[in-house]
Nanobody
Framework: QVQLVESGGGLVQSGGSLRLSCAAP????????MGWYRQGPGKQRELVAV???????NYADSVKGRFTCSRDTSKNTVYLQMNSLKPEDTAVYYC??????????????WGQGTQVTVSS
């Protein structure tokens, strides 16, 4: 069973910052597209950021300029640096290893989720 281990969530005030981390098995990290989704209260799960073919990164419009997705291949870890956080960023954030970067697939792997709460 593939495990994606997330850490770094918590409670932060509006305008603050948090960094999420996600460690993956090497075989998954090197062959899948790593990224992040989130699911806010009463909302559907939505893309936050994902690595694309050619090592680009696709960001949701709502986080562009505020969030930065990066990775450390020596640690098989992907990060999500979240700055200028807003209350509407409150959600459970999920690390994902996607079979295809442009579409969700039954072959995708998911972390357990980490709660991010932004107070106003």
């Amino acid at each position: 069973q593939v495990q994606l281990v997330e850490s770094g969530g918590g409670l932060v005030q509006s305008g603050g910052s948090l960094r999420l981390s996600c460690a993956a098995p090497g075989s998954i990290f090197s062959s899948y597209y790593m990224g992040w989704y989130r699911q806010g209260p009463g909302k559907q799960r939505e893309l936050v950021a994902v690595f694309t073919s050619g090592d680009g990164i696709n960001y949701a419009d709502s986080v562009k300029g505020r969030f930065t997705c990066s990775r450390d291949t020596s640690k098989n870890t992907v990060y999500l640096q979240m700055n200028s956080l807003k209350p509407e960023d409150t959600a459970v954030y999920y690390c994902t290893a996607k079979r295809y970067w442009f579409v969700r697939s039954p072959s995708d792997y998911w972390g357990q989720g980490t709660q991010v709460t932004v107070s106003s």
